[in-house]
């Protein structure tokens, strides 16, 4: 009853540093998203990839690379944070276009 | 294009009444989803409902159910007899294939 699981909860990186977030997915689905929530803004899309091997960008994906290792996993990396990068970090996982989000927890990121 | 507009950043219920979210949305896609998702201080993201655009019926769950209006581009939520439980951020979204847009959120208040 896993669902969707990122790691870690919480971080706090200094401007520059490097870090990637992880996310893995128990339900056997194709789709996977990255998204950031910030105050005031909703959700927006950072990344997807729609099914295992393919990955898009999404609304706002300037500062971020993502990886779709294999078709549990999709990971989130930073290579240079920035404060602008403050954020709470969201992975949802779907079985196809236009299906019900699963979401993780959420990640909270500081950049200092 | 697409986006989602949310006019009520902040509403409040009487336990026990009803009360209606606000959501337009304006889109270029002929076929397109439709969602309302609740965050609690919780933080997690959970699907209260889903609409298909090219289905007139306005969808239902339990005591939530939207007023679908294609024309207006107009998607409303309403919860009935309220619920304590019911008191979250509440967002509305639509897109198109592997595409999501979120409204910036309206919080509930629901008063005992």
């Known amino acids: 009853n896993a669902g969707v699981t990122q790691t870690p909860k919480f971080q706090v990186l200094k401007t520059g540093q490097s870090m990637t977030l992880q996310c893995a997915q128990d339900?056997?689905?194709?789709?996977m998203y990255w998204y950031r929530q910030d105050p005031g803004m909703g959700l927006r899309l950072i990344y997807y990839?729609?099914?295992?091997?393919?990955?898009d960008k999404g609304e706002v994906p300037n500062g971020y690379n993502v990886s779709r290792l294999n078709k549990r996993e999709f990971s989130l990396r930073l290579e240079s944070a920035a404060p602008s990068q403050t954020s709470v970090y969201f992975c949802?996982?779907?079985?196809?276009?236009?299906?019900?989000?699963?979401f993780g927890s959420g990640t909270q990121l500081s950049v200092l | 294009a697409q986006t989602v507009t949310q006019s009520q950043p902040e509403m409040s219920v009487q336990e026990a009444e009803t009360v209606t979210l606000s959501c337009t949305y304006d889109?270029?896609?002929?076929?397109?989803?439709l969602f309302w998702y609740k965050q609690p201080p919780s933080r997690q993201m959970i699907l209260v409902i889903r609409?298909?655009?090219?289905?007139?019926q306005n969808a239902t769950e339990n005591r939530f159910s939207v007023n679908f209006q294609k024309a207006a581009k107009s998607f409303s939520l309403k919860i009935s007899d309220s619920q304590l439980g019911d008191a979250a951020m509440y967002f509305c979204?639509?897109?198109?294939?592997?595409?999501?847009?979120f409204g910036k959120g309206t919080l509930l208040t629901v008063n005992p």
């Open positions: 979204a639509g897109g198109s294939n592997y595409k999501l847009t």
């Open positions: 609409q298909e655009a090219y289905k007139q």
């Open positions: 339900m056997n689905h194709n789709s």
């Open positions: 990839s729609a099914s295992e091997g393919t990955t």
């Open positions: 889109t270029s896609e002929s076929d397109y989803y």
């Open positions: 949802a996982s779907c079985g196809g276009p236009n299906e019900k989000l699963f």
